[in-house]
């Protein structure tokens, strides 16, 4: 059975900074990403990072997001700093089954930036 499970969310200041955490288990992924929706927006990927460690940064977050992985235990953080008040949002782990190539999906963690 998949399962993610995240972590490391809250309420910061801006300028301040957060780590989420992202364990994954129940199959081999080709690759976890995260994603965010802030009210009343579309959801935006922010980075995703495949099996070999390759990364893709969300526009939005270059230079001040930074994704880890620990393949021995298929977790994934999310290194945040110099927030912004837009970077508010429901922050959702996803990843890719390598086995059905189906995708999944963690149940959010709420980041709030204050200004």
């Known amino acids: 059975q998949v399962q993610l499970v995240e972590s490391g969310g809250g309420l910061v200041q801006a300028g301040g900074s957060l780590r989420l955490s992202c364990v994954a288990s129940?199959?081999?992924?080709?690759?976890i990403a995260w994603y965010r929706q802030a009210p009343g927006k579309q959801r935006e990927l922010v980075v995703f990072?495949?099996?070999?460690?390759?990364?893709n940064y969300g526009d939005s977050v270059k230079g001040r997001i930074a994704i880890s992985r620990e393949n021995t235990n298929n977790t994934v953080y999310l290194q945040m700093n110099s927030l912004k008040p837009e970077d508010t949002g429901d922050y959702h782990c996803?990843?890719?089954?390598?086995?059905?190539?189906?995708?999944?999906w963690g149940p959010g963690n709420q980041v709030t930036v204050s200004s």
């Open positions: 129940g199959s081999i992924f080709s690759f």
């Open positions: 990072i495949t099996s070999g460690s390759t990364t």
């Open positions: 996803a990843a890719r089954s390598a086995v059905s190539d189906r995708d999944y």
